[in-house]
């Protein structure tokens, strides 16, 4: 028996405007930082450079996304392009630590042979970058309902934090005269991306390797099901995410040999708590009356029919 509800999310024609705004001034501020970043030597600038092309790469793959998810399931995608997301925010992620890493080397050579640069030209266009960043980490939140364009909003609000200190690393060298200061604050700044990177990595991994959900526990799911009234035993248990906010769920439930009249009673409440209580809206449950080896699958007892032919009952709803 299997029950299908969507999940809710925020209106596709206005994540889709945010998106624009944000590639247009990205892009922008992309070309910004690079020249500066080579006229006042600034490895810093230089960094948000590569962090904010990144972004640019990120929400360009997160647009793409948006328009692959929005499309409807067909005969041979039939759970539709739920992890399109997902795809694009890993990929997203992959490119940050690269980035990340390439930094992270420039700073050691510049720490051992720094680079006089241009504190002015740092803080002026650092200044820009935060104002622009922070508005649009503004708008993706908006919208950051989903892995995707989270990781989208987690590289704005990032570059918007490594930008203000590029202003406050700008001030110590104009006061200081250190340009050591720069490296450094170049080394911050790759920590930073490695550090919101990596988190995401590891969820898009654990969702396309069909893992769990992150907050899910399967035993406090089988207890619950097999606290409702009238299931006997809950086994072959699976969870995992058709996409980053769209839990699935397929298991075996024994119940008595009632009729379907009553036991479709039973799967009204199954589906009830799984939805009110673990977010999970898709659902594939089948009823039977015999064993079933939960790696094998159902195995036939001497003397009873076979599981899948006298008591698997599928059916769809919505």
Known sequence: MHVHAAAPGPSAKRTRIVLRISLAATLAYVVVTFVAGLRAHSLALLSESGHNASDFLALLLSSAAVYFQSRPADSTKTFGYQRAGVLAAFVNAAVLILISLWILAEAVRRLSSPVAVEPRVMMIVAAAGVVMNGAIAALLWGVARDVNLRS???????????????????????????????????????????????????????????????????????????????????????????????????????????????????LAKLNELLRDSFAIGHTTIQFEHTGCDALEGCVTPPGAMACETELGRHGHSH
């Open 152 to 266: 989208a909003f987690l590289h704005m609000a990032g570059d918007t934090l490594s930008t203000a200190a590029v202003i406050a690393g700008g001030a110590g060298i104009l006061y200081t005269g250190q340009n050591w200061i720069d490296p450094v604050l170049s080394l911050l700044i790759a920590a930073l991306i490695l550090w919101s990177s990596l988190g995401i990595v590891r969820e898009t991994i654990n969702i396309l390797l069909e893992g769990a959900p992150r907050g899910i526990s399967l035993p406090q799911i089988r207890s619950g099901m097999e606290a409702v009234d009238g299931v006997f035993n809950v086994h072959d248990l699976h969870v995992w995410s058709l996409g980053s906010h769209t839990r699935a769920l397929a298991c075996h439930v024994t119940i008595a040999d009632i009729p379907p009249s009553e036991s479709a009673c039973i």
